[in-house]
């Protein structure tokens, strides 16, 4: 297998989310999500090394405004430079979303399925559905040629069969890790929040992430990144740990580190 993929977290957490997969055989990437201003986007880009003039598609995995808020203004920004990525949006988080309703007619967004297998950067994405209270929302797996593939996980209650099945056989994992659950418990949100947080539609707990990690231990797996890590119900070290334990045990040599909100954090 040739290592041909990098994944670029320019940001992650509850105030805004944007990854980038690259192929770096070839220098073209796609985004995930755009949840940061365009200071930051192009900013963190230089700093990871990727040309933006190389993104050849975004696809957005729900509807909510730290996974979208970005869109508008980074495509502005993009257009400027002659730069033009296709956005490929779920129809009903097309729906739901003003940030994705006021790029009609200005840029070009196309329908994304669950079940889809895109061809977008040369690589093939596949995307699945995650469980989370939005219009609807997914995650992806990236396959380059020479069999390098990445997984890509956030925002959802529960790991589905569906999500468990793509995930399988990854290099790289981005794997969202977001609470703990006796933080979430004390922690400051109403109850209400905590119970949705908590749900089967909410975020996976460092629990159930390091849960899904043990299952998708396999010889390919290098690197795992914890993502959506809450600044309130959890730390940076806390899902690092739970989830590099469970490296630990099984003897395996994956390297394990957490995606911030406010730094890049890149893994080859």
């Known amino acids: 297998m040739e290592r041909r993929l990098a994944l670029h977290v320019l940001a992650s957490g509850s105030r805004g989310n944007a990854a980038i997969v690259e192929d770096t055989a070839t220098g073209a990437g796609v985004l995930v999500d755009c949840g940061i201003c365009k200071?930051?986007?192009?900013?963190?880009?230089?700093?990871?090394?990727?040309?933006?003039?190389?993104?050849?598609?975004?696809?957005?995995?729900?509807?909510?405004?730290?996974?979208?808020?970005?869109?508008?203004?980074?495509?502005?920004?993009?257009?400027?430079?002659?730069?033009?990525?296709?956005?490929?949006?779920?129809?009903?988080?097309?729906?739901?979303?003003?940030?994705?309703?006021?790029?009609?007619?200005?840029?070009?967004?196309?329908?994304?399925?669950?079940?889809?297998?895109?061809?977008?950067?040369?690589?093939?994405?596949?995307?699945?559905?995650?469980?989370?209270?939005a219009a609807a929302s997914c995650g992806f797996r990236f396959e380059a040629a020479g069999g390098d593939v990445a997984g890509f996980m956030t925002d959802t209650g529960v790991v589905t069969g569906e999500a468990d099945e793509a995930l399988s056989g990854v290099r790289l994992l981005a794997l969202e890790s977001n609470h703990d659950v006796q933080m979430l418990a004390d922690g400051p949100y109403p109850y209400p929040v905590k119970r949705r947080v908590a749900s089967d539609v909410g975020h996976l707990s460092n629990v159930q992430a390091a849960e899904e990690l043990e299952r998708l231990l396999c010889g390919e797996l290098e690197q795992v990144v914890a993502m959506h890590i809450s600044q309130n119900n959890n730390t940076y070290r806390l899902p690092a740990e739970t989830l590099a334990s469970v490296v630990a045990r099984a003897g395996h040599p994956a390297c394990v580190q957490a995606a911030f909100q406010d730094l890049l954090v890149s893994v080859r």
Do not use: C, W
């Open 39 to 133: 200071r930051d986007f192009f900013a963190r880009s230089a700093e990871a090394g990727f040309d933006p003039a190389n993104l050849a598609a975004i696809v957005v995995t729900h509807e909510h405004t730290d996974h979208t808020k970005g869109l508008g203004v980074v495509l502005r920004g993009l257009a400027k430079q002659g730069i033009a990525p296709v956005v490929y949006v779920d129809d009903a988080v097309r729906a739901a979303s003003s940030e994705v309703v006021s790029l009609e007619g200005a840029h070009d967004v196309r329908a994304l399925r669950a079940g889809d297998a895109l061809s977008l950067a040369g690589m093939s994405v596949h995307v699945f559905r995650t469980s989370h209270d």
